[in-house]
């Protein structure tokens, strides 16, 4: 976790903020560690994504697409 931190005001629905408190509940945290858990993992997700992209745009192997001409008669069967 980082050393500075923010506050943040989110606006949720009544019902969602109830399960998510139970949520966090039995898991034995507290609802700011539920919800810091769950931003992180999409930050992550997103920065994996990221670096996969550049990896293959940056990769000495350029990937062409084969595109190849078809016949109508290859398409549909008669």
Known sequence: MESSTKNLTVTLPASL???AK?????RGTSLDALVHESLQKIVNSEDEYTAAAMRFINSP???KLKYEKWLRS????R
Do not use: G
Not at 74 to 77: I, K, M
């Open 74 to 77: 290859d398409l549909y069967e």
């Open 17 to 19: 903020i109830r399960k």
């Open 61 to 63: 192997v350029k990937y």
């Open 22 to 26: 139970a949520i966090a509940a039995r």
